[in-house]
């Protein structure tokens, strides 16, 4: 059971994230941010858990989905609004935008599974006690490199977690019309590795897992497979009405906001009031208008120097 300054904490990541993409979606609108907006509020709950379970030297692996997850975890959110807006003082220098986010110092990095089983032989091969947990959404299950990588993984022992943020559409196709299990995490099975399905409404739910799971990969007993179940309040992207959801089920998961729940719960179990949850949801307006001033101001990579950071010389 997490104290209460830890589910403080927790709502506060929660929160910054949602603010952070309700801003987004407005510049990206106002024709500030270029390329696809992909934007993932109901899943801050996976995000938060998972990063609040690893340590600071441990690697994420992110999607393309992946505003939420970098911020979560460590990097600013003005430098991640800069990269947003294409600015020479985002975290990749302009050059990523909204969809190669990537921060070395904090061991973020915008790629795929294949990356994270690379950076876990790595970690392997030097002996460190690190861990890499790699981020991915329910329709990776249907692509090869996803099955090729847990079985190098599986095969070499690696300290990998596999973190499926199962929202039930890949694109706009409901994952059993994709994927021939009903049970995602079960996939893990011939690969000879646990797998685990849990509530990704719930932070908690989800720490504990990773917290497991990580555990296990640092004693050296390899990686793991987690099933987060979420549901994702937007479409794929800015340009997704997602007509292919029922209103009724969009209702019912909506009436499980993580963030709701866990303000809830805070008020009720005594880990704060009013006045400690306002207060923190000022300051993190007040981070986000700093985000966007940050952006806004700073300006685009010079157009002699467009190429480079691109490729290895």
């Known amino acids: 059971m997490a104290d209460a300054p830890q589910l403080l904490a927790i709502y506060h990541q929660m929160v910054l994230i949602r603010r952070f993409e309700e ?5 990206y609108t106002a024709g500030k941010v270029g390329g696809s907006g992909n934007l993932f509020p109901g899943e801050e709950a996976v995000a ?23 911020i979560a975890k460590g990097v600013e959110p003005r430098l991640v609004m800069a990269e947003l807006l294409g600015k020479e003082t985002g975290i990749s220098r302009g050059r990523g935008g909204a969809m ?7 061991h973020f990095i915008g790629g795929d599974l294949p990356i994270a089983v690379g950076l876990a032989l790595s970690i392997a091969y030097q002996e460190a006690p690190d861990v890499v947990a790699c981020l991915f959404g329910d329709d990776a299950l249907s692509q090869g490199a996803f099955h090729e990588s847990l079985n190098l993984a599986a095969l ?14 890949g694109m706009g196709t409901m994952a059993p019309n994709a994927v ?5 995490y079960k996939v893990a099975e011939p690969y000879q590795m646990p797998g685990v399905r849990v509530d990704g409404m719930d932070p908690l739910e989800v720490h504990s897992a990773v917290r497991a799971a990580a555990a296990r990969a640092r ?23 997602a007509k292919y959801r029922a209103a009724l089920v969009e209702r019912i998961w909506q009436e499980r906001d ?23 949801e000022t300051e993190i307006e007040n981070l986000i208008a700093d985000a966007v001033r940050f952006a806004e101001d700073s300006a685009p990579p010079p157009i002699e120097d467009v190429a480079q950071h691109v490729r290895v010389d």
């Open 180 to 184: 021939a299990q009903e049970h995602l």
């Open 258 to 280: 993580p963030i709701t729940s866990l303000r809830a719960k805070l008020l009720t179990e005594g880990g704060a009031d009013e006045v400690a949850l306002k207060k923190t």
């Open 219 to 241: 004693e050296g007993e390899g990686p793991s497979l987690i099933e987060a179940v979420t549901y994702r309040f937007r479409g794929l992207s800015m340009s997704d009405p």
């Open 100 to 106: 190669h986010l990537f921060d070395p110092a904090r």
């Open 48 to 70: 938060v858990g998972a990063i609040d379970a690893l340590s600071a030297n441990d690697y994420l692996v992110s999607t393309y989905r992946q505003y939420g997850h970098c």
């Open 23 to 27: 801003k987004a979606a407005e510049l």
């Open 156 to 169: 070499w022992n690696l300290p990998v977690i596999f973190i499926c943020e199962n929202n039930f559409y």
